[in-house]
């Protein structure tokens, strides 16, 4: 192949990629959005996140600064005769002491945030989350000390984005927007709605193969294995709605399991969780009486 048709490709596969992924990624163009998330949660790593960033940032600037002053100012061409020693022992344990002094401070800050993110006691609430070939089901296992009666549901790609994605449907996804917010690929037809200012565990499975419920927002991921459970917990301050996506390549759809979870008020969410509860104890007495129904009559005696 020709420079020239080396140069026309490698311009095809940027212009295709940037189609495929540019598009994606300023469809709801954000503050800051090429930095991890900051999070609306109580317990987010953003701030270690942060540290850790501009730790290395004044390591690159010491060490490229140093490098380059010694490319351009002390060059052949300018007359620099290069020094004849071995080594300075003092040069030597300056630069092992820093950078050891810098990883134990970087250490124990990741070591307090992990404790913090594994310590789910004194939950208020727990959510078992069960990975699905391509969905998302949501089990509402307790809330304040009390067990939740049989409230939990399926939650999936909601319908238009479905039917939009589908070859040859000649649907413009640029279409499905909430309030102006490119919606394609990122809703569901049943969120997840949680409270706030609550600590909440989740139980986190697998039902088939490995997944991974990830919510950006919440400033964590956790893997949906099957038969191991994982556990995670979040305390929302802020009420809204935040999206996510499964996290781990799944299968076909993998790309199709979004997750959105609704934070709301307390008192907004405990009225929604009791109309939950008795719309499921109406399911359960129409399905009693429908076995009962369909049961056969007794044979008569004698």
Known sequence: MTSGGIGRSVSAWAAGA???????????????????????????????HMVALWVCVVIGIVVFGAMFIAMFRFRKSRGAVAEKWSHSTKLEVVWTVIPVIILIFLAHLATGGLTSFADTTNSEMTIK?????????????????????????????????????QLKSNLDPAKIQVDGYSTYLLDVDKPLVVPTDTKIRFVIVGGDVIHS?????????MDAIPGIANAAWTKIK???????????????DHGFMPIVVKAVPKAEFEQWLAAQEDEAKVQKAAQTAQTVQAAPAPAPQG
């Open 18 to 48: 940037f189609a495929l992924f540019g598009g994606a990624a300023w469809a709801n163009p954000e503050p800051n959005q090429l930095n991890m998330t900051k999070g609306v949660a109580e317990w987010s790593p953003y701030a270690m």
């Open 129 to 165: 989350v069960t990975g699905y070939q391509w969905k998302w089901r949501y089990d509402y296992v307790d809330y304040k000390g009390k067990g939740v009666d049989k409230v939990g549901f399926m939650s999936k790609l909601e319908e238009t984005s479905n039917r939009t994605r």
């Open 213 to 221: 419920w990830w919510v950006p927002a919440l400033g964590w991921k």
């Open 238 to 252: 802020e009420p809204g709605v935040y999206r996510g996506q499964c996290a781990e390549l799944c299968g076909q």
